[in-house]
């Protein structure tokens, strides 16, 4: 075993998470976020809920990357999106969460290409080259998901359900670290 997987497996505070990123590349980012087990109550002073819809919650934002926490509620679910051309990693804190991934068909329809269920400390992918895709809090609970963009994303394409076309939409926090 090398240095640095003995780094990566020894990880579990955010500040941790935070140095290993910025020392890292984007290459090391998969290996990384796919080794730490942070202690239980790590993202305590980075949550805030809302009953209305999921909250983004903004740890570190800098021209490498982006580290968001995902506060969801019970049936919360994101609109249909891409990634506004980055890559994304989201790891499950709390919860289970249903990803559904589409395409665009030949009529410019969305189609489910693949849907998969997340658990604690389980990791997805995605960039824009394999669809667009919404994340769903299955569990009838509080649940954290915790997202990593290799470059921050400060807009993305968001599929109108009501109108069957994307918007651009600007991208916010609704809190700061």
Not at 132 to 150: G, I, Q, T, V
Request: hydrophobic fraction near 30%; aromatic fraction near 10%; glycine fraction near 4%.
């Amino acid at each position: 075993m090398n240095s640095q997987d003995d780094t990566t497996e020894t990880l579990q505070t955010v500040n941790e998470l935070i140095t290993a990123l910025s020392e890292g590349e984007r290459a090391t980012y998969n290996h990384i976020i796919r080794s730490i087990r942070f202690h239980e109550n790590a993202f305590e002073k980075y949550s805030s809920w809302s009953d209305e819809c999921y909250t983004r919650n903004c740890i570190i934002d800098n021209e490498k990357f982006e580290l968001i926490l995902i506060c969801w509620c019970e049936g919360h679910r994101t609109s249909i999106h891409d990634h506004g051309g980055e890559e994304c990693w989201v790891k499950v804190i709390e919860g289970e969460f249903k990803e559904t991934i589409y395409k665009k068909n030949e009529t410019d329809g969305l189609a489910i290409v693949k849907t998969s269920i997340s658990k604690p400390d389980e990791v997805t992918y995605m960039k824009d080259f394999m669809g667009f895709h919404r994340l769903e809090n299955l569990s009838n609970k509080r649940s954290l998901s915790l997202h990593l963009y290799a470059k921050p994303i400060r807009k993305c394409n968001v599929f109108n359900e009501t109108l069957k076309t994307f918007e651009s939409k600007d991208l916010c926090y609704n809190t700061t670290a």
